[in-house]
């Protein structure tokens, strides 16, 4: 997924639940992924914060040079007003992204807490998790191994995904 598509849906996210199914097993499945991702996304944004950063300064400089007078006494209004209006745009821009950071670090907070839950699982379920989603041996496969139908073993990836809601959910609401 493109940095900035995952910058896009960071917006506005409510993290108080582990999600769905689909969301965990992404995460578990994904980890390596989302790690690298996290790096490019901050790389990312610092990026845009340093040059904006750099444009603002530059327009201060620019804007202190247009607010004196010209040689005839009369201010040049126009031009230091467009400078400020930049500066203005520039400094608001820089304030979204640092909020952008805050988001990101509370997805980032919302992923590592999922990665604690499925690591606090009882070793059956972490291992049912851990051989069909990281490792992604097939359901059969896995099935076959431990001597298990394919509707324990989905039974199992469902009372796991469950445990990691219910105890994402109790760290989420101690850590209020």
């Known amino acids: 997924m493109e940095t ?12 108080s639940s582990a999600g769905d199914d689909e969301h965990i097993q992404y995460v578990i499945s994904n980890r390596e992924l989302i790690r690298s991702q996290f790096l490019s996304l901050y790389d990312d944004i610092y ?3 340093e040059t904006n950063d750099e444009i ?16 005839q006494g009369v201010q040049i209004d126009g031009i230091y007003r467009l400078i400020e209006q ?11 992204l640092y909020d952008e950071v805050g988001r990101l670090e509370a997805y ?16 059956e379920l972490r291992e049912v998790l851990d051989s069909l989603l990281i490792k992604k041996v097939s359901w059969k496969k896995f099935a076959r191994s431990h001597q298990y139908s394919e509707s324990t073993v989905s039974r199992l990836r469902k009372k796991a995904f469950s445990q990691i809601r219910s105890h994402y959910e109790e760290l989420y609401q101690r850590a209020l």
């Open 47 to 49: 990026a845009d914060i």
């Open 86 to 96: 930049k500066k203005n745009e520039k400094h608001r821009q820089i304030m979204e």
């Open 108 to 123: 980032e907070e919302h992923v590592n807490l999922i990665w604690r839950c499925q690591r606090q699982l009882p070793e």
């Open 4 to 15: 900035k598509e995952i910058r896009r849906k960071l917006l506005y996210k409510d993290y």
């Open 56 to 71: 603002l300064q530059r327009l201060a400089l620019r804007s202190v040079s247009y607010s004196s007078v010209n040689s």
